[in-house]
C-alpha cells in the first residue's frame, strides 16, 4: 500500500509563493513518476507538473510554465512543488500523485495512488 501525504498549502497574496510537499510512504516510490494535479471548485482535476522516476525530466502545464518547479528526493521518498508569482486562479486543493510509469506523463488516468490534497488559497 502506498500512502501519500501532501503538506504546505495556505493562504498567500497574489504575486507569493509557496512550497508544496508530499511525503510517500514504502518502497514503492523509487522506481515510478510522480506528480502534481490541483482541483478548484466546481472544476475538474487538471494535471500541473511530472517528474520522472531519475527526477531527469520533468513536465508542466502551459499555465504553470515558468512559475512552478517540480522537484524529487528519492533518499527522502518526497516530492515538491515550489509555486512562485501565485495568482487567484491558482487557488484549489493540490493533490500528490504516484503514476504507473517511471517516464514523466501527464494523463490523470496513470496515476494510481493520490494524496488527499492540501488547500492552496491565492487572494487577490
Known amino acids: 500500500q502506498v500512502q501519500l501525504v501532501e503538506s504546505g498549502g495556505g493562504l498567500v497574496q497574489a504575486g507569493g509563493s509557496l512550497r508544496l510537499s508530499c511525503a510517500a510512504s514504502?518502497?514503492?516510490?523509487?522506481?515510478?513518476?510522480m506528480g502534481w494535479f490541483r482541483q478548484a471548485p466546481g472544476k475538474e482535476r487538471e494535471f500541473v507538473a511530472s517528474?520522472?522516476?531519475?527526477?531527469?525530466?520533468?513536465i508542466y502545464a502551459d499555465s504553470m510554465k515558468g512559475r512552478f518547479t517540480i522537484s524529487r528526493d528519492n533518499t527522502k521518498n518526497t516530492v515538491s512543488l515550489q509555486m512562485d508569482s501565485l495568482k487567484p486562479e491558482d487557488t484549489a486543493v493540490y493533490y500528490c500523485?504516484?503514476?504507473?510509469?517511471?517516464?514523466?506523463?501527464?494523463?490523470?488516468?496513470?496515476?494510481?495512488?493520490w494524496g488527499q490534497g492540501t488547500q492552496v488559497t491565492v487572494s487577490s
Open positions: 500523485a504516484r503514476s504507473r510509469f517511471a517516464a514523466a506523463v501527464g494523463g490523470l488516468g496513470v496515476f494510481d495512488y
Open positions: 514504502g518502497r514503492t516510490f523509487s522506481g515510478f513518476a
Open positions: 517528474i520522472s522516476w531519475s527526477g531527469g525530466n520533468t
